[in-house]
């Protein structure tokens, strides 16, 4: 099965701060990777989908890149709504469809 | 809108079985896979059963495999998931999530908490 890590595990920054975090795959997965936004209490929303399309709605500050095995997010003017934990996915061909470990982003 | 309502959470005790159900609406149900996710507490996100849209095929996490049934009534617009053998390591909130294109979640429901304790 695939295996995603993903660094850092926790980041403090500052509003308007520019973040990135990355995501690894133990396997080329070529484009297939999503990054999602989880807040305490709720469920996960969908951010990027095949590594660099915004959902539609998603603020443009969130972007994303890559393809084989590394892959970065990045926010690039850290609001107060985005602190928060990402989770990068998998789904290159058949399920499994791995998450990564997650990196949460609090305020400095 | 876009809506899933899940249910059916609850404490079982370890080998017992639960019955979820994820109620759909604002979107045509029998054309999407579904899934279910789960998030144990102060956990990261599990994947654990994918089925296709119109039930011909199903895929399931390692952990659940033989434990977790995962089905849908397209007439109902209601997805399950029959646990049977819980165990504690079962216990987290669980999600089920639409399906764009095999593996792509793009909506949500709000979860139900599972817990499996003696």
């Known amino acids: 099965d695939i295996q995603l890590t993903q660094s850092p595990s926790s980041l403090s920054a500052s509003v308007g701060d520019r973040v990135t975090i990355t995501c690894q795959a133990s396997?080329?997965?070529?484009?297939?990777l999503n990054w999602y936004q989880q807040k305490p209490g709720k469920a996960p929303k969908l951010l990027i989908y095949?590594?660099?399309n915004l959902e539609p709605g998603v603020p443009s500050r969130f972007s994303g890149r890559g393809s084989g095995t590394v892959f970065t997010f990045t926010i690039s003017s850290l609001q107060p709504e985005d602190f928060a934990t990402y989770y990068c996915?998998?789904?290159?061909?058949?399920?499994?469809?791995?998450f990564g470990p997650g990196t949460k982003v609090d305020i400095k | 809108q876009v809506q899933l309502v899940e249910s059916g959470g609850g404490v079982a005790q370890p080998g017992g079985s639960l019955r979820l159900s994820c109620a759909a609406s604002?979107?045509?149900?029998?054309?999407?896979?579904m899934h279910w996710v789960r998030q144990a507490p102060g956990k990261g996100l599990e994947w654990v059963a994918f089925i296709r849209y119109d039930g011909s095929k199903t895929y399931y996490a390692d952990s659940v495999k033989g434990r977790l049934t995962i089905s849908r009534d397209n007439s109902k617009k209601t997805l399950y998931a029959q646990m049977n053998s819980l165990r504690a390591e079962d216990t987290a909130v669980y999600y089920c999530?639409?399906?764009?294109?095999?593996?792509?979640?793009?909506?949500w429901g709000q979860g139900t908490l599972v817990i499996v304790s003696s």
């Open positions: 604002g979107f045509t149900f029998s054309g999407y896979g």
């Open positions: 999530a639409k399906d764009v294109e095999a593996g792509r979640l793009d909506y």
């Open positions: 095949d590594a660099s």
């Open positions: 396997q080329d997965i070529r484009k297939y």
């Open positions: 996915q998998q789904y290159d061909n058949l399920p499994p469809f791995t």
